[in-house]
């Protein structure tokens, strides 16, 4: 018979370091996709946007600590990342970014099939099918860095205030 104690967590094993080919693979991926957002003609900006919003829907501090820095080198505003969570009740956001957060969030999600037929009619009128492609390859990305870093408990350390 197994038994499984409560109360302290058990140390987590960092996959990434565990099984290096695999996360070797899902780093060549992510380049491959970092390629494909360019040649779509989708700026660094919007895929930071992208990955930003789909770690905060999955809760992956490591992540959102990485991509909130990226997002500031690309040139995103303290304003714009404050309100990321919200982005529908804000009129911060250009067409291009709102259909590119809400078929992001409807890759992460896909579940609510009404939401995710919604999202990509949006995303069908606004950006190209490369594009459309490109930013579900982006979600599908982070959603699965989101996995190797929140099953790793990768951790957030302090920084100082300028980084």
């Known amino acids: ?10 140390p987590r094993i960092f996959v990434d370091k565990q099984s290096p080919a695999a996360y ?25 946007l992208v990955n930003l919003r789909v770690s905060q829907i999955n809760g992956c501090a490591y992540c959102l600590d990485v991509h909130t820095r990226a997002a500031r080198r690309a040139g ?45 009619g949006t995303a069908r009128e606004v950006l190209t099918d490369d594009q459309v492609s490109a930013v579900i390859w982006v979600a599908i990305t982070i959603n699965a860095f989101n996995r190797v870093s929140i099953m790793s408990k990768h951790p957030v350390r302090p920084r100082p205030a300028s980084g």
Do not use: C, K, N
Request: aromatic residues 4%.
């Open 24 to 48: 070797q693979a899902l780093v060549h991926t992510s380049e491959a996709v970092r390629a494909v957002t360019a040649e779509a003609g989708l700026d660094r900006v919007l895929v930071e």
């Open 1 to 10: 018979m197994t038994t499984y104690t409560t109360g302290a967590a058990l």
């Open 76 to 120: 995103e505003t303290e304003q714009r990342l404050g309100v990321l969570a919200a982005w529908r009740d804000t009129e911060v956001f250009t067409p291009t970014e709102r259909a590119a957060l809400a078929l992001a969030e409807a890759t992460t999600l896909p579940a609510d099939a009404a939401a995710q037929e919604r999202a990509y």
